[in-house]
Structure formats: structure tokens, C-alpha cells
């Protein structure tokens, strides 16, 4: 039937640290949750998919969520209603090796945080029930992926097996990971690079860590063969006040030719949009569109990312 969803709400699930939900981009308080107190327990797939269903029946009748009624991701098209998963997104751990002013996760020196629970028996009880569709993909947010407890074994045994179609990966690049740089030689994988500055002393002054040049040695690891490079992006965020100007987007772009990197992602700080309900000033707004054309004049293919389309209602 041809209505307006998103893949997300019909074959999606995303793995948080306290639930289950159907959406990696609503504010949690508006999520599609499944279970809204979830500690890693096996799915109970009829529960699942009565939600999935729930929301399939809202869309086709112009019933959304709140979050979810203007929403970006949302697209006409004719939808199955088979129930399977084939797009899982993993951002349940929180520990990383940068401390970035802009993290949504907000995790402050001496907070108490819960462990994680283990993913991939989760994944391989979908598997084995025939619900996770092969070709599934696979997306990581976090905390830092290449530090987390799973990571390796992820990439082991549903990418490289070819079991999953991709995975992308946000991660910071402070560290390299091989099991990663091989899916990338593959083509199984991609990595989103916050790099979000061109120089020590900003990034020093986002990322909260001195890491610049370590980064920028493991971007040239990460594209040195050519699958690798047209797997390896770069992405700014865009932080109003303290990188949102021509000059520092400038020497951004300036490494990534040093890198001989081709791939651009372009986002602004997702709490600052939140907190303005995406309604964004005026400055901004050209800046943000400015930086989009500019990068497309040097040769990068650019995208955009997930607050950016919002403001935007891409």
C-alpha cells in the first residue's frame, strides 16, 4: 500500500541504552518506543511487531507521533507489510576516548553509567527466528565504536560473513581499527569522521582532547586504497559561535584534500537545534547553506546529515 512512513518505523529497530525504540533521531522523550525499559533482553517479536503495526496502521491513515509527523525521513512510497528487520542501529554505549561539547549524550565526569548489554545475542536470536533480514544494514553511533566491547566481533561476524549489506560507523577516528579498515577495503563498510575542525587548537577546543594529528594520521590510514577512500567521510558539525565561520570551514576542507578525502557530511549541534524546535537564525542558516555550495564548488561530494535535514525539512 502506498502511504508516507519511514524505513525506521516499519523494519527498523535501534538499540539505546535504557530501550528499545524505533527511531535513532527522535528526542527520547518522543520516541517510538518498543520497550521503553529494556535491559538487553531477548525480543519478544509479538510484542514487536503489534508495535510496528500500531505505527503502520497510524501512518496509513495521516496519524503520526509527534516527533514523527514532520519529520524529514518520511517518504511516499508503497511499504511492505511483511514484518522483518533490515536496519538495525546500535547506540547503547556511551564510553568514549573524546569528550565533544556538543555529545547529546551529555555524560559528565563522575556520572554512574550503566554497562551496556551484549548486542549480538540479540541479533543472532532475530537471525535465527528468520526476522533479521539478510542484507540487513547496520548503523553505529555511541560512545566511540572502535573502543566498544563488541565492535570487532560486530564486524566479524555479520559484515565481513556478508550476512549484514553495510555498516556505517560514526566514530571520532582516535583510534584505528583494522577489523574495520578491512570491511572498508571490502566495501562493507563506511566510517563518518567527526572531525569538525581544520586546526589543534579548535579541535582541541571541541573534542576536549589534544588528538588532531593522531586523527589525521588514521584518516590517511583509513583512505589509502581506493574502496577504503570512498568509504572514509569527513564530517563538521557545525557549533554555533565557535566553528561557524568561513575561515575554519576553509581549513576543514583543507585537510580533507591533504587526506585526499572526497566525501563531505555537513551537520549542526543537535542540541542547540532541539532547544530552538529547529527554527534556526538567519546567520546561521546562510552559513550552514553557504558551507553545502562551497564544498561542492572545491569537488567534495557533500551531504548533508540528520539535524541539518530537519532545519531544513529536507
Not at 163 to 186: H, L, Q, V, W
Amino acid at each position: 500500500m502506498r502511504y508516507k512512513s519511514c524505513n525506521l518505523l516499519e523494519h527498523g529497530i535501534c538499540f539505546y541504552i535504557n530501550n528499545l525504540c524505533s527511531c535513532c533521531y527522535a528526542p527520547l522523550k518522543y520516541a517510538p518506543y518498543i520497550f521503553p525499559f529494556y535491559k538487553g533482553d531477548l525480543i519478544e517479536v509479538d510484542i514487536l511487531f503489534s508495535r510496528i503495526k500500531y505505527w503502520r496502521e497510524g501512518a496509513k491513515n495521516n496519524k503520526y507521533l509527534i516527533n514523527c509527523k514532520n519529520c524529514y525521513q518520511l517518504e511516499t512510497k508503497d511499504w511492505s507489510d511483511e514484518n522483518y528487520i533490515d536496519q538495525v542501529y546500535i547506540t547503547h554505549f556511551y564510553k568514549c576516548n573524546a569528550n565533544c561539547i556538543y555529545c547529546i549524550n551529555d555524560i559528565k565526569p563522575g556520572d554512574i553509567v550503566r554497562e551496556p548489554y551484549d548486542v549480538i545475542p540479540i541479533l543472532d536470536d532475530l537471525k535465527n527466528k528468520g526476522i533479521l533480514k539478510e542484507g540487513f544494514e547496520i548503523h553505529v553511533g555511541g560512545g566511540e565504536f572502535t573502543i566498544y566491547k563488541e565492535c570487532n566481533d560486530i564486524i566479524e561476524k555479520y559484515v565481513l560473513t556478508g550476512f549484514s549489506s553495510r555498516i556505517a560507523i560514526a566514530t571520532n577516528g582516535i583510534k584505528f581499527s583494522d577489523s574495520i579498515y578491512r570491511a572498508m577495503k571490502e566495501n562493507k563498510a563506511c566510517i563518518i569522521i567527526s572531525l569538525d575542525s581544520g586546526n589543534r587548537n579548535l579541535y582541541k577546543k571541541i573534542k576536549r582532547v589534544d588528538c588532531f594529528d593522531l586523527v589525521k594520521n588514521n584518516i590517511k590510514m583509513y583512505s589509502s586504497d581506493d574502496y577504503s577512500r570512498n568509504n572514509t567521510f569527513l564530517k563538521y558539525i557545525v557549533i554555533p559561535k565557535i566553528n561557524d565561520n568561513r575561515r575554519d570551514f576553509k581549513q576543514f576542507l583543507n585537510i580533507a584534500l591533504e587526506c585526499n578525502i572526497k566525501g563531505i557530511k555537513i551537520d549542526i549541534d543537535g542540541i542547540y537545534c532541539r532547544q530552538r524546535n529547529y527554527n534556526i537564525e538567519r546567520k546561521l542558516s546562510d552559513f550552514l547553506k553557504w558551507s553545502v555550495e562551497y564544498s561542492a564548488e572545491k569537488g567534495f561530494d557533500v551531504e548533508t546529515f540528520s539535524f541539518y535535514n530537519q532545519c531544513f525539512r529536507k
